[in-house]
């Protein structure tokens, strides 16, 4: 075998074929040759990537810079001794590692499920002699045999076909099956137009072909695929990059704050144990300890609520990722439109008409203009008669809904004549076919012979036949008006209604009849040649989903762009764009993936920003525009179904695979399924993940202000000499158990009215920013005031108590935790319908339960925390008497103003307006 240095075969006509692979065409290999094959190219199977160990995956769960400061905190105490507090805080991160190990276990189970996409047998010839062989024992020059119902085993040049198609819709995105042809191609012809290919995991759904296997295992376009995946880079998410930025300062700032307390005191002569357990307690009392377990709470209630919307989340952080998406990339068939061709108008007797309805429903109507039309004109019926009997489809029904047995273009046919009242079981039995010419690409015609003698006996024989337009004009001198009358055929008018549909991306095709002799009982395409009367036309498309349509304007009114990338053909695609509303300040781009090729790469990149569709692309070109929109800082969401998607879906900060009509490697590639696999179920999942990241800014906005208050109050009196106001262990309580059991409450926040009119965030926005900064240190520093002033007042009024410092420690806690509740309820959305109430507006407070149960938790938990004996024990705290208790409420009152002042100066809802 003479070495193989090309990578296609499209263009290398069939005589060279058997010298560069050394296989005789007609007897195909020796098992000798195939033996020393085994050797060079392998088996016909995709390596599946080596995973990492089940134990190494969960141990990588401990990597994020938040659980280091948790690990650091636990590391900590249990060197001090303290054991229940380290075993507490190791608990958290444990809990936070277990989710996170859940939640992505199956993530990289992508190229294993690409090795099955091409599991199947063969049939093969070697010798001469025609065997049933498993699809891995393949080798470069096979001959193989593929039959309707096959999945192609391997790339495959075809050398012989018989009316052969291939739907190829997993690895190009081309909506209906690709007719083959055995024409010599141009080099650079595009994957989706190289009909003289057929190639690995695509399925054979109509004739039969001969072909000579060029590319097994990794050479093949899905082998390909599966390498780009491979190389392809886990990029962080959003959320991800901002907590690991956010938890490096504070690490910094923390180490910084207890260096220096401990530095300062040491200088000044205090005890070096005093001091390092000041710096112990600063270090604890600034770790959000609780904000790890918030955040994964937030983003798995989130998980529930994008269920809930038909979006299935398989990694948390994609919950809010998609929230922060600035660019979507959809895919066309079955996302954007139902994935099912229909016929939206007829041309017949020089009229027009319009169908109503979508898919294979068997719902809609005929009209013109607003007429629906009930008494069909002769040749009306006749179009539509056509269609229903010049057809080798069928329509079943299963679960809910219609599936084609066939040709789509064919269950289209179907589907228009039932809304005729037309039934294609009844017709075929009424009008039985005696003969039929199978569509052939070199004819562009499908043709039937009927016997319709019992029901016109004036034309007991008639032929009908459907095909391109082109092909159907040139047999074609006479054409049938309206009423079934023969007139001179109107070509001009014909092509120029043509034209007008293929501008709507519109698929016409076009019917014919004849009236053949009484005895005949076969047809041959001679008797096609000539004397064909023209019928009329009929113009089809998959068309755009009407919720679809709504969510395409909700995410543009959003501020979010939506690109069409589909390898179907790009006037299809434009048009379909044209009704989804897809464009960018109003003006709608397209470009094909041959031009995109061909450009310079700072063209390739202004086309990528410009366009709005892209059409006939390659799978590494979908790669490419993802990167180049990721490279101008877009945060992109990127859709798909199909084998050729996966690499782009892996690359994406968030791919989106389809539930019910994708390919198993696209779900393993991606970060969230659509169980609907509908447009609309993107953007309800873009709202919810806004709706979340706004919870987790709450949360952020209510949980630091006390790390601060606490901080500053341990730094200060570490600074003065003075004891600590809080002990290090009572820190802990207030960080994990209160913080906790108050901030979760805020996870459940509704969505507010305006989600969807903000422009998305600023990806490179840190996590505290703006207002929300503002708003921490504010809070901070009240807390602050509020703790150190209640501890420094209970500690001079009970001077005379035997536990002084624990009643002015507990008090000052106490006191603290009751001004927060008035806090917790200034940032949700229960104070601001508060607030509206107090202002006269008619408006509801809506679901507070998750608020009112987060109050009455946390008040009962600090019942608990100072009125048992066992945790004044534990936390070497005290009983408050009732009077003890009034006086820990007086905060509440300065709260409010503060709250107010907060909220007027500093908004809690962190909208990228407000901030403005």
């Not at 001009?492 to 009849?513: C, P, W, Y």
Request: glycine share 8%.
């Amino acid at each position: 075998m003479s070495s193989i240095t090309k990578n296609t075969y499209h263009d290398v006509p069939d005589h060279e074929l058997g010298t560069i692979f050394a296989t005789d065409l007609e007897q195909g290999l020796t098992p000798e040759e195939v033996a020393n094959r085994y050797g060079t190219y392998g088996y016909n199977e995709l390596e599946a990537k080596a995973g990492k160990p089940q134990w190494l995956k969960f141990i990588l769960q401990f990597n994020q810079p938040l659980l280091y400061i948790l690990i650091i905190a636990g590391t900590i105490k249990a060197f001090l001794g303290s054991w229940t507090n380290a075993w507490v805080i190791w608990g958290v991160t444990l809990i936070n590692a277990i989710i996170g190990y859940v939640q992505e276990a199956k993530a990289e189970g992508a190229i294993n499920s690409l090795s099955k996409s091409i599991t199947t047998e063969a049939t093969v010839f070697r010798e001469g002699q025609k065997i049933r062989l498993p699809s891995k024992d393949l080798v470069p020059g096979d001959l193989v045999q593929l039959m309707s119902g096959d999945k192609v085993p391997a790339d495959v040049r075809l050398l012989d076909i018989r009316n052969l198609q291939v739907d190829e819709s997993a690895l190009t995105g081309e909506s209906v099956p690709v007719q083959k042809n055995l024409q010599i191609l141009p080099s650079d012809t595009p994957l989706a137009d190289r009909i003289n290919m057929a190639y690995a995991g695509t399925f054979v759904t109509f004739g039969q072909g001969t072909g000579l296997v060029v590319a097994t295992a990794k050479d093949t376009e899905v082998g390909k695929i599966s390498q780009s995946m491979d190389k392809s880079v886990n990029l962080m998410t959003p959320l991800t990059r901002k907590f690991a930025e956010f938890s490096r300062v504070l690490l910094y700032i923390i180490l910084a704050l207890a260096s220096f307390t401990f530095f300062v005191g040491i200088g000044r002569g205090e005890p070096p144990e005093e001091m390092f357990e000041a710096a112990v307690a600063l270090a604890v009392s600034a770790i959000p300890e609780g904000l790890p377990a918030v955040v994964t709470i937030t983003l798995a209630i989130g998980v529930n609520r994008m269920a809930a919307r038909n979006a299935i989340v398989r990694k948390l952080p994609a919950v809010e990722t998609l929230g922060g998406a600035t660019v979507i990339c959809s895919d066309k068939t079955g996302t954007l439109t139902e994935n099912q061709m229909t016929v939206q108008e007829i041309y017949v007797g020089q009229e027009n008409y319009e169908v109503t309805g979508g898919g294979y429903s068997s719902k809609g109507e005929i009209q013109r203009g607003e007429e629906i039309i009930k008494d069909l004109p002769f040749a009306l019926q006749e179009c539509l008669m056509c269609g229903l009997l010049c057809n080798d489809s069928q329509l079943k029904r299963k679960d809910k809904y219609k599936i084609v047995m066939g040709d789509p273009t064919e269950g289209a046919l179907i589907t228009v004549a039932s809304k005729a009242g037309y039934s294609q079981s009844h017709f075929n039995n009424t009008f039985s076919r005696l003969d039929s010419i199978p569509f052939e690409s070199d004819y562009q015609y499908m043709a039937t012979l009927h016997d319709t003698s019992e029901h016109h006996p004036d034309t007991p024989r008639v032929i009908y036949v459907k095909g391109s337009v082109e092909k159907m004009l040139e047999r074609c001198t006479q054409a049938y008006d309206l009423e079934g009358r023969i007139v001179d055929l109107d070509r001009t008018a014909i092509l120029e209604q043509v034209e007008v549909m293929a501008s709507k991306g519109l698929r016409v095709l076009a019917f014919a009849r004849k009236v053949a002799p009484d005895h005949q009982h076969s047809i041959d395409h001679d008797d096609l040649e000539k004397d064909l009367i023209f019928i009329g036309l009929q113009g089809m498309i998959d068309p755009p989903r009407a919720e679809a349509i709504a969510a395409v304007h909700a995410c543009q009114d959003a501020g979010i762009q939506v690109k069409m990338i589909t390898g179907d053909h790009i006037a299809t695609a434009t048009a379909i764009a044209h009704r989804l509303g897809i464009n960018k300040n109003g003006n709608l781009l397209s470009f094909e993936g041959k031009q995109i090729s061909k450009m310079e790469p700072h063209e390739q990149e202004q086309a990528v920003i410009d366009g709005s569709v892209f059409a006939r692309v390659a799978p590494e070109q979908k790669l490419q525009l993802v990167e180049i929109l990721q490279s101008q800082g877009d945060v992109v969401a990127m859709t798909g179904d199909g084998v050729n998607d996966a690499p782009a879906l892996k690359q994406a900060q968030i791919g989106i695979a389809m539930g019910k009509a994708g390919t198993d490697v696209a779900r393993e590639s991606s970060d969230m399924l659509l169980t609907d696999d509908n447009f609309a179920s993107i953007e309800a999942a873009v709202e919810e993940g806004r709706t979340v990241y706004q919870n987790l800014k709450k949360a952020i906005a209510f949980l630091l202000p006390v790390n601060g208050g606490e901080s500053m109050t341990i730094l200060i009196s570490a600074l003065l000499a003075r004891d600590l106001p809080i002990l290090s262990l009572q820190v802990l309580w207030l960080n994990m158990i209160n913080s906790v059991t108050m901030t979760v409450p805020l996870a459940f926040e509704p969505k507010s009215p305006d989600t969807m009119k903000r422009p998305p965030r600023d990806p490179n926005e840190g996590l505290l920013s703006g207002n929300l900064l503002k708003r921490v240190l504010a809070i901070s520093a009240f807390n602050w005031i509020l703790i150190f002033g209640m501890f420094e007042w209970a500690l001079d009024f009970y001077s005379d108590a035997d536990n002084t410092l624990a009643i002015a420690r507990t008090m000052s806690i106490q006191a603290l935790v009751l001004a927060r509740i008035i806090y917790l309820i200034s940032v949700s959305e229960l104070g601001n319908s508060l607030i509206a109430k107090l202002k006269g507006q008619d408006i509801s407070l809506g679901n507070v339960s998750a608020i009112s149960y987060g109050i009455i938790g946390a008040v009962a938990l600090q019942i608990v925390f100072s009125q048992v004996p066992f945790m004044n024990t534990l936390f070497r705290t005290a009983p408050l008497s009732i009077n003890q208790w009034l006086i820990c409420l007086i905060p509440l009152l300065p709260m409010i103003p503060v709250a107010l002042l907060v909220n007027k100066f500093y908004p809690p809802h962190f909208s990228p307006l407000e901030e403005e």
